[in-house]
Nanobody, 123 residues
Framework: QVQLVESGGGLVQAGGSLRLSCAASGLTFSSYVMGWFRQAPGKEREFVGAISWSGTSTYYGDSVKGRFTISRDNAKNTVYLQMNSLKPEDTALYYC????????????????WGQGTQVTVSS
């Protein structure tokens, strides 16, 4: 079965950095667009960004543009989220997701999801 497993979350001070990883199995990884989403308590799931099948293209949500970078290693079936200049408002549970359509920002467009990794940014 398909599994997406996120890791790398934790507690960091404002202005710091974290790198999240998402290891995929049970699917042809290079055939999927990989996205990152986040959800804070009491809020809707928010699109963070996505990366194309080969990794040559990315796009991001406005709240993280210029601070977060997505990359992927198809040989390792892994997608990464590098988060810099973190702010307290970045505190959330971060999910990776796999989908087949490019340009999607809605959670419903993604087929497979991980269980999430918590990121907490202290002020």
């Amino acid at each position: 079965q398909v599994q997406l497993v996120e890791s790398g979350g934790g507690l960091v001070q404002a202005g710091g950095s974290l790198r999240l990883s998402c290891a995929a199995s049970g699917l042809t990884f290079s055939s999927y667009v990989m996205g990152w989403f986040r959800q804070a308590p009491g809020k809707e799931r928010e699109f963070v960004g996505a990366i194309s099948w080969s990794g040559t293209s990315t796009y991001y949500g406005d709240s993280v543009k210029g601070r977060f970078t997505i990359s992927r290693d198809n040989a390792k079936n892994t997608v990464y989220l590098q988060m810099n200049s973190l702010k307290p408002e970045d505190t959330a549970l971060y999910y990776c997701a796999a989908g087949t359509d490019w340009g999607q920002r809605l959670a419903g467009a993604y087929e497979y999801w991980g269980q999430g990794t918590q990121v907490t940014v202290s002020s």
